[in-house]
């Protein structure tokens, strides 16, 4: 079975920091991964994805991740923060089997810029 | 501009009401739709799949009687929280399947409904 893991709850990154946040995953074959952000009240907005190709993935708003197959992680990054990036960000792997396919995510992780 | 509709955006009503959100593909015919609930600043929880013309597939602990899910058309699902209560308040979302991967995305969000029940 698929699984997603973010590590921290909560990450606090003053303004104009280097933004981290960690995803690794655990799945069969090979890894579709994704991350997502959610501001309040809103639906999930789609940030970027890893299917094949280079390990480095550029995303919307600047965000990049980088996909690390040897340690199964898919961190999310940015090199200058900006209060507006404040919001809940979830990583989360698709699968495909059984009859039934979609995405699994993690349990998300509260991204705080401070200024 | 979205590919997934979801109305309403903001519910209040009273306890015992039903409810009912729709959830809409906008430009493609989605087989499969999902539905989750989102508590405070906590992850999506995935209540149910359902798919068109068939009936939907609910997660353990999620109560078929209370949360019906109605997938008639290959653009429409619909959630009825029946006889709603003050612990049904939540946000919830919906999610299309997009087999086609649209904008490099396997699933298509709607905005979400925040339910509030007094």
């Known amino acids: 079975a698929q699984s997603v893991a973010q590590p921290e709850d909560q990450v606090n990154v003053a303004e104009g920091n280097p933004l981290t946040v960690k995803c690794t995953y655990s799945?069969?074959?090979?890894?579709?991964l994704f991350w997502y952000v959610q501001y309040p009240n809103r639906g999930l907005q789609f940030l970027l994805k890893?299917?094949?190709?280079?390990?480095l993935v550029k995303g919307s708003y600047g965000f990049e991740a980088e996909f690390n197959k040897s340690q199964t992680s898919f961190h999310l990054k940015k090199p200058s923060a900006l209060v507006s990036d404040s919001a809940l960000y979830f990583c989360?792997?698709?699968?495909?089997?059984?009859?039934?396919?979609?995405?699994?995510f993690g349990k998300g992780t509260h991204l705080i810029i401070q200024p | 501009g979205a590919v997934v509709s979801q109305h309403p955006s903001w519910v209040i009503c009273k306890s015992g009401t039903s409810v009912k959100i729709e959830c809409r593909s906008l430009?493609?015919?989605?087989?499969?739709m999902f539905w989750y609930r989102q508590f405070p600043k906590q992850s999506l929880m995935l209540m149910a799949t359902?798919?068109?013309?068939?009936?939907?597939?609910?997660e353990q602990g999620v109560e078929k009687d209370k949360f019906l899910i109605n997938h008639a058309s290959l653009t429409l699902s619909t959630l009825t929280v029946t006889s709603a209560h003050p612990e049904d308040s939540s946000f919830y979302i919906c999610?299309?399947?997009?087999?086609?991967?649209?904008?490099?995305?396997?699933?298509?969000f709607g905005d979400g409904t925040r339910l509030s029940i007094l």
């Open positions: 999610s299309a399947r997009d087999p086609s991967f649209r904008r490099a995305q396997p699933q298509h």
């Open positions: 799945v069969s074959g090979n890894p579709y």
């Open positions: 890893y299917i094949t190709g280079d390990n």
């Open positions: 989360a792997v698709f699968y495909s089997g059984g009859g039934a396919d979609g995405l699994t």
């Open positions: 430009d493609f015919q989605a087989t499969t």
């Open positions: 359902s798919n068109e013309g068939s009936k939907a597939t609910y």
